[in-house]
């Protein structure tokens, strides 16, 4: 019978590891959460499916977890203990793990990792003070998400200069390399899924999937 539910394994509970832990947990993601200490394993325990104490450097004791079998690892271990998000990454790989996804620290630390064999690798504090930037600089950016590796869905409240004019006149994707996917009307506070012909009205929240860099490129030159 096949298996419905989605497994991963989340190696390091920091703030980064639990917060990812706790999200996929409460998304129906069968969520085994793993430290060397114990404190974190007993906090998470009841958020999760499974919550295990022992050194993810440990090959035997990682074996026993069958990362194989999951559907994504990650190694979110900070960044005092460098040496062993590597080695924990490189021994996720040794035992057939099909997508592992490691936390680094810093570029050298993304090379390594990639290097050792991490499918994606992910900077969490860099990431948020780059998107937090954008909404300081940029006060229509009301929030970002990053998607993947480089693609960010963004809401931006429509400029005062694409008001009363159509998505298609304002050809967002051939000038900006960006796309609208739904718009948040302020009238009614209804979403719409857009076409060409949909007018922007002045206070709608438009929602935008683009490279980074592309959103902000698009408030600073509209």
């Given at each position: 019978m096949p298996r419905i539910n989605q497994q991963a394994i989340v190696i390091?509970?920091?703030?980064?590891?639990?917060?990812?832990?706790?999200?996929?947990?409460?998304?129906?993601?069968?969520?085994?959460?793993v430290d060397s200490r114990?404190?974190?394993?007993?906090?998470?325990?009841?958020?999760?499916?499974?919550?295990?104490?022992?050194?993810?450097?440990?090959?035997?004791?990682?074996?026993?977890?069958?990362?194989?079998e999951?559907?994504?690892?990650?190694?979110?271990?900070?960044?005092?203990?460098?040496e062993a998000s590597i080695i924990c990454t490189a021994l996720l790989r040794q035992t057939g793990a099909k997508r592992v996804i490691a936390r680094a620290n810093d570029d050298v630390h993304a090379r390594i990792l990639r290097l050792v064999g991490a499918h994606q690798v992910v900077n969490p504090e860099r990431a948020f003070g780059e998107r937090f930037a954008s909404q300081i600089v940029h006060a229509g950016i009301k929030g970002e998400m990053l998607l993947g590796e480089g693609v960010l869905l963004s809401e931006v409240e429509t400029p005062a200069e694409f008001a009363g004019r159509s998505l298609g006149e304002l050809r967002l994707p051939a000038r900006f390399g960006?796309?609208?996917?739904?718009?948040?009307?302020?009238?009614?506070?209804?979403?719409?899924l857009p076409d060409a012909q949909t007018l922007l009205e002045?206070?709608?929240?438009?929602?935008?999937?683009?490279?980074?860099?592309?959103?902000?490129?698009m408030m600073e030159k509209r």
């Open positions: 390091g509970l920091g703030q980064f590891g639990t917060s990812v832990a706790k999200a996929l947990a409460e998304r129906g993601v069968e969520v085994l959460a114990e404190e974190r394993v007993q906090s998470i325990a009841e958020h999760v499916a499974e919550a295990m104490c022992f050194d993810a450097t440990d090959l035997d004791a990682l074996q026993r977890t069958s990362p194989g999951r559907d994504v690892c990650l190694c979110a271990i900070g960044d005092e203990a460098k960006v796309t609208v996917v739904a718009i948040r009307k302020h009238q009614t506070g209804a979403v719409v002045g206070g709608d929240v438009i929602v935008l999937v683009a490279g980074e860099g592309a959103v902000a490129k």
